[in-house]
């Protein structure tokens, strides 16, 4: 098959990229076709039949005419019609295209070599990229699109070719030739000037250095994946590329550092929004109560102002549960302390913390060898996970080829793996030997394709062979032709490397023939930037990717669009949909992606920028059509600031998000014609509407004429007074009490997988993450746990005696269940004892009213603020203030719309938050008074407590305890004549039946 490459400036689905196109040929708008001409020594060497007296030849370049002041004025020009902050100054020759993974950056900028050429006669290109691996992919998108550009530019001749150091007389025709020449090249092969080539004499080139005859035809540099190319701090990438004299550097990523000179960008978010990438979907593998071990996870190192510290992953006691966090560490900090306490990080201390970049390591006390970042210790079943991660890849493998492959869809899964010889090893005679991950694989997959749903795939297929043949590693390749880890920080790796990428470029569209049998690919860390095929639709993580830019590294190899079995691109959703397993919650996933998206590219998500209203189109008083501004588009956020809508760094308020959700936003008049467009901005920056807005915040007023009532006096006078309480429980009712709830406690499980999926959806306001199903646990066996120290655990949390938690161990008959899950164990065992607790505690409490001096004045009605949201108020004829505020939309609002309704109901109050009664389990807020008059005389007075059941057992304990705890309250302060009964209800019929 042969990949279909769409033209951009005749199909409407891609004009994206002739966007991306037009932005960088504008800026030299005004030039006209020319070159420059210079003197090449003759090669002698490889002329032999030169004329005597023939000494030298021509060397063609670029030559640029345009003035700094002309290329400002066009990059403006570009910069207002993309929607982009303007530069002030041309302070170099460097522009930017970022372009999200996925959209066709290669196609891109290649595509712009033959618009340059055409327009201005620039012919001299030099690619620059950071790995051997998008040099490979590059040469085969040159190799890939060869057909398709010599019919779009009419055969215009060109040339392209890789560097080699070995071959320079390639670079000596690189700089003679009037044809367009691409030379590409890795960044390592020319940023070190005491070994490369290029900078030393060469009688291939006639006795010159390559790199001057490179700096003679001034080049147009194009630089893939910039922020990788530079060098970092030491910046010899940049200094480098320097050395080459370019007319201009064009920088194309999507994750760019420096951004110089933006003249378009198309982000994470508006691929995603234009469906110009494939959706994304997170199976989320996660361990529920597997923390039963000493779990340490080494995230990174820092060393700030002379303040190293490690940033580690480990189970904290919080309360009654325990939670794995992130905890910043150092020297000498003790695990047990920091975990807050817990024993299974007895004598574990921090010794030595590294920080230097590639040797960053965690030495701890009970560890023969040190932490680098992203190992664990301490972690459940890893090899366990590692197979349900891979049987997940494969039914979701499956599942999509029942869907896809009617429709010519070849699926692919990628697996990215911690250490090659998991997936593949070598004994001693050099045979390769299936490594664990390969033999998981195998089992899973001959397992999966075995159920009944997958018949329509295996029809005839012999499973035990197809097993075989439908996996394959990508890695380095050693000279011995073994697999090797994947790194390229030496000459010998990237060679190892080469060998690999060339084998994986070169089956890249064989991979996505259904002929092909290979489906499940492996690889160590071979592909990242440069490897992408279109057709892979599930992204399998073995390996941790926790670390900065992984996530979307990771994603980006599976973002492309598909293609059918014609090389077509097909669109849609329903279609293009890419599975991430990973080991993270989604929720979690979705926000660690948003991080990186901000961290990679700038983006803010929320953020309304001074000038996001500077492309809106408007027709000027000739019917022209330009672009609305940068001044006017600050004239319009300073009304957005000045209005409340946004703050002074543009965060969008609540305000705007209900002034947008309600249709109500207006503008200036001047802004009035373009309100359609600034509303669309808006509203993708804005995100969700929070459930409580902060403008709808009012003060309640009091309603004078209820609060100063004699009926309301009256009800006032029974509910006022102050209590206060002491306790008595008798010890051995309270063992047994324990003993008989550790009883019924729920079964204790073992550690369990659970497995969910969830979409997300990317927008200007931010990453959102949506549950679609949901899977049943998996158990998993932990064989090596090493048990706690049970007694101290309990009585840490209980604060009983040694003797008390023994006897009821002993009698409970539920010990052996400590074994399976010690962790939640003493977590249930703990919450029953301290359950039973707050129960004996209000089965013995006394309450006495305090002196007469003692009570809640009824002038802290007016002296207490008291304000509600208007979406939870309700207005009151009958009620101390003129709105009832209610927490439930359900039960509290139904209940005052009653008591407004029903005519025996003649004051009441939600009682306000400083009206409290004392327990032993915290102070108790109650809901309502009310006085109801019957048959028109007598007087009824009622503390109502509002809940969805009237049966004690069925509220939660500590709510039912409380609930005691008031009734006994108002008994004791019942001296009165008709004093107030205290009740709980459902609804306010549920209130006239005790009348």
């Known amino acids: ?179 367009i020449q691409v030379m590409v090249v890795t960044v390592g092969a020319i940023n070190k000037k005491d070994v490369n080539n290029l900078y030393k004499d060469s009688e291939k080139t006639g006795g010159e250095k390559p790199i001057d005859l490179i700096k003679a035809t001034r080049p147009v540099l194009i630089v893939d994946e910039p922020q990788s190319v530079d060098g970092g701090l030491e910046g010899r990438g940049k200094e480098a590329l320097g050395a080459m004299n370019p007319l201009c550097t064009l920088r194309y990523s999507a994750t760019h550092v420096d951004k110089h000179n933006m003249v378009y960008r198309l982000d994470a978010v508006d691929a995603y929004e234009r469906k110009l990438v494939k959706q994304i979907e997170v199976a989320s593998l996660q361990v529920e109560g597997g923390h039963n071990k000493g779990y340490v996870k080494l995230l990174s190192t820092s060393n700030k102002r002379g303040s190293i510290t490690a940033k580690i992953e480990l189970d904290v006691q919080q309360l009654t549960t325990v939670n794995r966090m992130a905890v910043t560490v150092k020297a000498g900090d003790d695990l047990q302390q920091v975990s807050n306490g817990r024993a299974v990080y007895a004598d574990c201390l921090v010794q030595n913390i590294g920080c230097k970049a590639g040797e960053e390591f965690l030495e701890l006390s009970d560890l023969e060898k040190p932490l680098h970042p992203g190992e664990v210790i301490g972690d459940v079943a890893s090899d366990e996970i590692k197979r349900l991660m891979i049987r997940r890849t494969i039914e979701e493998h499956l599942d999509k080829e029942l869907r896809l492959r009617p429709r010519g869809i070849k699926v692919l899964s990628l697996f990215f793996i911690d250490r090659v010889e998991y997936y593949r090893s070598y004994n001693a005679q050099g045979e390769a030997v299936k490594g664990k991950y390969a033999l998981m694989f195998e089992e899973e997959y001959r397992k999966s394709a075995a159920k009944p749903k997958y018949h329509t795939l295996f029809h005839e297929v012999d499973l035990k062979s197809d097993a075989t043949e439908v996996h394959d590693g990508y890695f380095s390749i050693d000279k011995k032709g073994a697999w090797t880890d994947t790194t390229e920080n030496n000459q010998s790796n990237r060679e190892n490397a080469e060998r690999a990428y060339n084998l994986i470029m070169k089956e890249k569209e064989k991979l996505l023939s259904l002929e092909t049998k290979l489906k499940f690919i492996f690889s160590h860390s071979a592909l990242r930037e440069g490897w992408d095929n279109p057709n892979v639709f599930q992204i399998c993580a073995i390996r941790d990717i926790g670390t900065e830019r992984e996530r979307r590294q990771t994603i980006g190899r599976g973002l492309r669009l598909c293609v059918n079995q014609q090389g077509e691109r097909l669109r849609g959703f329903d279609i293009n949909t890419l599975t991430v397993i990973a080991t993270e919650g989604y929720e979690q996933f979705a926000d660690n992606l948003q991080k990186e998206i901000e961290q990679d590219t700038g983006i803010r998500f929320g953020i309304v920028e001074k000038h996001q209203f500077a492309a809106i189109p408007v027709i000027d008083e000739q019917g022209h059509t330009a672009a609305l501004g940068v001044k006017q588009s600050e004239a319009l956020w300073t009304y957005l600031r000045e209005s409340g809508y946004v703050d002074h760094r543009g965060q969008v308020q609540d305000s705007l998000r209900a002034a947008l959700k309600e249709d109500t936003l207006q503008v200036p008049e001047l802004f009035q014609p373009h309100l359609a467009q600034v509303k669309d901005i808006l509203k993708k920056l804005a995100g969700k509407l929070d459930i409580k807005n902060a403008d709808e915040r009012v003060q309640i007023k009091t309603r004078q004429a209820i609060l100063h009532s004699e009926e309301f006096k009256s009800l006032w006078d029974r509910i006022k007074h102050k209590t206060t309480y002491r306790v008595q429980f008798d010890n051995d009712k309270l063992i047994e009490g324990c003993i008989k709830a550790i009883r019924e406690c729920p079964p204790i499980t073992k550690t369990r997988v659970q497995i969910r999926k969830a979409d997300l959806s990317i927008g200007r306001g931010g990453i959102l993450s949506e549950e679609t199903a949901a899977a049943a646990p998996i158990t998993l066996e932990e064989r090596d746990i090493e048990l706690p120290d049970l007694l101290t655990d309990l009585q840490d949390k209980t604060h009983l005696t040694r003797r008390s938690l023994v006897k009821m161990l002993k009698e409970c008959r539920r010990l052996d269940d400590f074994k399976y899950n010690p962790q939640q164990f003493i977590e249930f065992a703990s919450d029953a004892i301290n359950r039973t607790k707050r129960l004996a505690l209000v089965d013995g409490i006394k309450y006495q009213r305090l002196g007469d001096e003692y009570y809640y004045a009824q002038e802290l009605f007016e002296q207490e603020e008291l304000t509600g949201y208007l979406k939870n108020m309700l207005e009151s004829k009958k009620s101390v203030y003129e709105h009832v505020v209610y927490d439930s939309p359900g039960i509290e609002r139904t209940f005052a719309e009653d008591l407004e309704k029903n005519e025996a109901v003649k004051v009441y109050a939600k009682l306000p938050g400083w009206f409290k009664v004392p327990t032993p389990l915290g102070s108790y807020n109650l809901d309502w008074a009310v006085l109801v008059e019957k048959d028109g005389a007598e007087r009824l007075y009622f503390v109502v407590e509002t809940k969805g059941s009237l049966f004690t057992e069925d509220l939660r304990d500590k709510e039912s305890a409380k609930i005691e705890c008031g009734k006994v309250h108002f008994q004791a302060i019942a001296v009165s004549e008709k004093p107030a009964e205290y009740i709980v209800a459902r609804t306010v019929d549920d209130l006239m039946t005790r009348c």
């Open 1 to 179: 098959m042969k990949i279909q490459f769409e033209n951009p400036y005749t199909d409407e689905r891609t004009s994206f990229q002739k966007d991306a196109i037009e932005a960088v040929c504008d800026l030299f708008r005004g030039q006209e076709i020319c070159r420059t001409e210079f003197t090449v020594t003759r090669d002698f060497a490889s002329d032999q039949l030169t004329l005597l007296g023939m000494q030298n030849e021509l060397g063609v370049g670029n030559r640029l005419q345009l003035l700094d002041d002309e290329l400002l004025a066009n990059l403006g020009n570009i910069q207002l019609r993309n929607g982009l902050a303007p530069s002030s100054t041309l302070a170099s020759g460097d522009f930017t295209v970022e372009m999200e993974t996925g959209t066709g950056k290669t196609y891109v900028y290649l595509r712009t070599i033959f618009e340059l050429n055409k327009r201005y006669g620039f012919n001299k290109f030099v690619i620059v990229v950071p790995s051997v691996a998008i040099k490979e992919g590059v040469y085969k998108t040159l190799q890939m699109t060869e057909e398709h550009f010599r019919s779009l530019y009419t055969n215009t001749p060109y040339e392209y070719f890789l560097y080699d150091s070995s071959k320079l007389g390639q670079v000596r025709n690189f700089a003679t030739s009037p044809n």
